[in-house]
């Protein structure tokens, strides 16, 4: 009996209800489209805005969320953040770890101070979304659009504002107008000139909050580049092999209609 | 004797070319069977590209196949480890990224495929006297492949992975008196858990294989009875028949490549398009994602499963909208197969893909509101198709006269192409 209660809240309720926190007030603002330089079918990494990126992780993020699949190897893959294998080995040796090992994680004693656990950041990029409903989903797989979640992450680092008036975030939350029940653990992670460029891109939020989302989109898609080279070769063969078979089979045909 | 016959040997028995071949023809003719099924086997002359999708689907489930036999070598089936093998596979396999986008993509693709060649089975009878056991060899083909493809999305153990585990298998739970007891052992234990991925694991291993066995039956008893065409009547003479090889081959050859275009665009552009971003957060039973959606290729069904408010009554509609498939030979009770010669079916064929398509769209949204009321109706006329539309019009429908032979019947097209 408990199972079938347990199903039917699930079935029916699940899909309407709002996250437990949620809390009257406006619904949840639509990230606005950025322009990312790894979208679309030539998209690449812009190597300056990913170790920029990176500059903010180890700053920044990296104090309380993890990212166990990233290896200081992976810093020199192409396509890539574009670091040779050696400066990768000295930031491993920082560290006082191997090229091989992950990314080290935060202390435990600073995630327990969270209600909930920060999420490791090695897929967030692809984890996280916003619902683009009918018809704009439809154009989306013309428009090869798939930024929704660096979109989201980017909109949501610059989303904190105070609450309207009569809405106050529970004990422990920061409102922000992009995340889904407006009322975020997280409390601001970035603030104009916390992060210090060496390559003169502006130090500022709207900067910042891109640069990291643009990372977060490496970490996710390691092989993004590599993806969509091969995917041109992909397409331009067969494109040619369909030509081909259409040829083929109307010279084909032709024998056919001839008795 | 025309050129094309005599080109291509058309007499339907096989010449081993050399020593070894006639060594083994004589042994295991195997080559006789190939020739005489997949090379001078007849096919109505008229076929139209929706005939081609057969042979897709075919290719679909040899890429199936082939990718899933390469990703289970590096897929660990345990509830801590499967999330992080997968993502890997995905970083430090070689190509295992490719190998992963193309086997969960390709399973998109399979059920694309699969209901192009459903849809054109209803628009041009192929389920009707003689195909009775070929349709239902589909139908039992297609269960299969709805079991295989849930339980591969579960093996992912991600967000989405998990509750629709939990979803699908506690439907089970509305069997009266033993309901509890089947999910308790569907799981392998109190909770979906590590049991369960292990079972799925293998099961989704097993399966594909099965699928391939039954693919054989249905392409041999079709084969048995000879295929249907656009114009749904027998093929009377040499004439109205052309050589599977080289003519439908070349054809099914050139659809294909187009749909491999499809393939990679979804691969290699858009390989996230169809997946939703919570099964990127590896599952966790201790936090409820904020909607669980299933598949796309299984929003019609989850759409007549929420549509109907008693549990029980919600479970046994999911279930017959896809067994009320096996008996359409049977509801149907026109002997016209082509829509082309029955106008008022054919109307209320194209509401019934509307209604397929909207149905799809009202199970990605929550069940409130509007959604509900029409999820209700379009749960309602699916059910009516087959069990009051479809009987009920073989007996008033005044269907156009069939042609006098498939010959005739390409002649009719010229020229009417040729007025419009």
Redesign the interface.
């Given at each position: 009996m408990i199972?079938?209660t347990?199903?039917?809240a699930?079935?029916?309720a699940?899909?309407?209800?709002?996250?437990a926190v949620a809390q009257e007030g406006p619904p949840a603002q639509t990230p606005p489209k950025l322009t990312w330089s790894f979208a679309g079918?030539f998209g690449i990494y812009d190597t300056g805005q990913l170790q920029r990126g990176f500059k903010i992780y180890r700053e920044v993020c990296s104090n309380c969320h993890s990212m166990t699949?990233v290896s200081f190897r992976?810093l020199a893959d192409p396509g890539g953040l574009g670091y040779s294998p050696e400066q990768a080995k000295a930031l491993a040796d920082s560290y006082k770890l191997a090229v091989a090992d992950h990314l080290p994680s935060p202390q435990e004693a600073v995630i327990s101070a969270f209600p909930i656990k920060p999420?490791d950041m090695?897929?967030l990029a692809?984890?996280?979304?916003y619902k683009r409903g009918?018809p704009d989903f439809i154009f989306?797989?013309f428009t090869?659009y798939?930024e929704?979640?660096v979109d989201y992450i980017a909109a949501l680092l610059k989303g904190y504002e105070n609450p309207p008036p009569g809405v106050t975030p529970p004990p422990g939350t920061f409102y922000n107008k992009y995340f889904?029940s407006h009322n975020l653990a997280m409390p601001q992670p970035l603030f104009a000139g916390a992060v210090t460029y060496d390559d003169g891109a502006p130090q500022t939020l709207e900067q910042y909050s891109q640069d990291v989302a643009a990372f977060l989109m490496w970490a996710?898609e390691?092989?993004l580049v590599q993806?969509?080279r091969?995917?041109?070769q992909?397409?331009i063969y067969?494109?040619i092999?369909?030509g081909l078979?259409?040829a083929?089979?109307k010279s084909?045909?032709r024998?056919?209609e001839?008795? | 004797m025309?050129?094309?016959?005599s080109?291509y040997n058309m007499t339907g028995v096989y010449r081993p070319r050399s020593p070894f071949l006639r060594w083994l023809e004589r042994r295991l003719p195997i080559g006789q069977l190939i020739y005489s099924e997949f090379v001078a086997y007849p096919t109505p002359?008229n076929l139209n590209y929706w005939w081609t999708f057969g042979a897709i689907l075919s290719l679909m489930l040899g890429i199936q196949l082939a990718t899933g036999i390469v990703l289970a070598m590096h897929y660990t089936p345990n509830v801590d480890l499967a999330f992080?093998s997968i993502?890997?596979i995905?970083?430090d396999v070689n190509y295992g990224?490719?190998l992963r986008?193309l086997h969960a993509n390709g399973a998109s693709m399979f059920f694309l495929a699969a209901y192009i060649h459903m849809f054109r089975s209803l628009y041009y009878g192929s389920y009707k006297e003689p195909y009775e056991l070929v349709w239902i060899l589909g139908v039992i083909t297609y269960l299969l492949m709805v079991v295989t493809g849930f339980m591969g999305y579960v093996l992912v153990w991600g967000q989405m992975s998990f509750?629709a585990a939990?979803?699908i298998t506690?439907?089970f739970?509305?069997i009266p008196v033993v309901?509890?007891s089947v999910?308790t052992w569907l799981w392998g234990g109190f909770a979906v858990g590590n049991p369960t991925l292990n079972r799925f694991y293998s099961l989704h291993y097993l399966l594909p294989f099965v699928i391939a066995g039954v693919v054989v039956l249905h392409i041999w008893a079709l084969h048995v009875v000879g295929q249907n065409n656009p114009a749904g009547i027998e093929p009377k003479s040499e004439k109205d028949t052309?050589a599977f090889t080289?003519?439908a081959t070349?054809?099914d050859?050139?659809v294909l490549?187009?749909f491999?275009?499809l393939f990679?665009?979804l691969?290699?552009?858009?390989?996230?398009?169809l997946v939703h971003?919570?099964n990127?957060?590896q599952a966790n039973p201790a936090e409820?994602?904020?909607?669980?959606?299933p598949e796309w290729y299984y929003l019609p069904f989850y759409a007549i499963?929420?549509a109907i408010p008693n549990?029980l009554l919600?479970v046994m509609a999911l279930g017959a909208s896809i067994l009320i498939l096996a008996f359409l030979p049977w509801l149907d009770t026109s002997p016209v197969r082509s829509a082309r010669y029955r106008p008022l079916y054919r109307q209320f064929f194209w509401l019934f893909v509307i209604v397929c398509i909207g149905l799809g769209?009202l199970g990605s949204n929550?069940?409130?509101g509007w959604y509900v009321i029409f999820a209700r109706l379009f749960t309602v006329y699916y059910f009516a198709y087959f069990l009051i539309i479809l009987p009920v019009l073989g007996l008033v429908e005044k269907t156009k006269p069939l042609p006098n032979s498939i010959s005739e019947s390409i002649l009719q097209g010229k020229t009417a192409g040729a007025k419009a």
């Open positions: 199972a079938r347990k199903l039917l699930l079935l029916f699940a899909a309407l209800a709002a996250p079918p699949m992976n999420p090695s897929v692809k984890a996280r979304s009918f989306d797989f090869q798939q929704h979640g889904p996710a390691p092989h993806r969509k091969i995917g041109f992909v397409m067969l494109i092999l369909a078979l259409y083929t089979k084909v045909w024998t056919a001839a008795h | 025309s050129r094309a016959r080109k002359r992080k993502e890997i995905m970083r990224w490719l986008y509750w939990k979803v506690n439907l739970s509305a309901g509890d999910v052309i080289p003519y070349i054809k050859s050139f490549g187009l491999l275009i990679a665009w691969v290699f552009y858009v390989p996230n398009y971003s919570d990127y957060i409820t994602p904020s909607e669980i959606v499963l929420r549990k919600g769209y929550p069940p409130e």
